[in-house]
């Protein structure tokens, strides 16, 4: 069982950063951020994997960074250039293995979720 929790969601002025973290019991094969907007399925936002390989989604690619920090069991997703279209909560996820579909941000590829913080861009 992997555990996540996110922090540093909150509120913030169209154009200006956040960083999301999330602290993991044990390292993953991958790992990503999702966003979900009511009534809208589950959107990846960034994923990375054990080498650093990463991917973005289209809308973020650009202005959002994520990276992972092993020895701090710490996941990172930097914003910048927010925009209130990102404002929606946003989930960390882990897997037990890599996929291709993980790491282009297929949620049904992650077994473990943390909780959802909220950020909200006006």
């Known amino acids: 069982q992997v555990q996540l929790v996110e922090s540093g969601g909150g509120s913030a002025q169209a154009g200006e950063s956040l960083t999301l973290s999330c602290v993991y019991g044990?390292?993953?094969?991958?790992m990503g951020w999702f966003r979900q907007v009511p009534g809208k399925e589950r959107e990846g936002v960034a994923t990375?994997?054990?080498?650093?390989?990463?991917r973005y989604a289209d809308p973020v690619t650009g202005r959002f960074t994520v990276s992972r920090d092993n020895a701090k069991n710490t996941l990172y997703l930097q914003m910048s250039g927010l925009k209130s279209e990102d404002t929606t909560t946003y989930y960390c996820?882990?897997?037990?293995?890599?996929?291709?579909?993980?790491?282009?941000?297929?949620?049904?590829?992650?077994?473990?979720w943390g909780q959802g913080t909220q950020v909200t861009v006006s």
């Open positions: 044990q390292s993953s094969y991958c």
């Open positions: 990375i994997d054990a080498i650093d390989k990463k």
């Open positions: 996820a882990a897997n037990d293995y890599w996929s291709d579909d993980a790491m282009r941000g297929d949620e049904f590829e992650y077994k473990y």
